[in-house]
């Protein structure tokens, strides 16, 4: 699939927990998708699952990150790039990914004009 078509069927970005960026970054392990707040967000949310309710309540710990290179580090994320918002996913250590129903994503404030 070219990028183009990528950003076309998802944005391109993503947010990201910075523990899953950088030069020891860990694995993703936990991942949502919400509303996408503007044309280039794809929705999801990606974690490692190691951040603490701290660390998520700090805005600049989710960096906003494309989906490519995050895709490239791991293959097993863009068999689920398809899901719909309200689709959460988690993988053990060593496991294959699994859906989550149980898991309430948290509401984002989003300003959306409507003309």
């Known amino acids: 699939m070219t990028e183009k078509k990528r950003q076309t069927r998802h944005g391109h970005m993503a947010r990201v927990s ?4 950088g030069d020891h970054a860990l694995p993703v392990r936990f991942m949502y998708k ?3 707040e503007h ?3 794809t929705g999801w949310r990606l974690f490692t699952g190691y951040e ?3 660390f998520l309540n700090e805005f600049s710990n989710l960096e906003p990150f494309p989906l490519e ?3 490239e580090a791991d293959l097993t ?3 689920l790039l ?3 918002a309200g689709t959460v996913w988690e993988r053990a250590p060593e496991k294959s990914w699994q859906q989550v ?6 509401v984002e404030e989003v300003d959306v004009e409507v003309s």
């Open 34 to 36: 919400t509303i996408p």
């Open 69 to 71: 290179p995050m895709c």
């Open 101 to 106: 129903h149980d898991f309430e994503i948290p």
């Open 52 to 54: 603490t309710p701290e």
């Open 77 to 79: 994320l863009d068999a």
């Open 82 to 84: 398809d899901s719909n």
């Open 39 to 41: 044309s280039n967000d």
């Open 18 to 21: 910075k523990l899953a960026l």
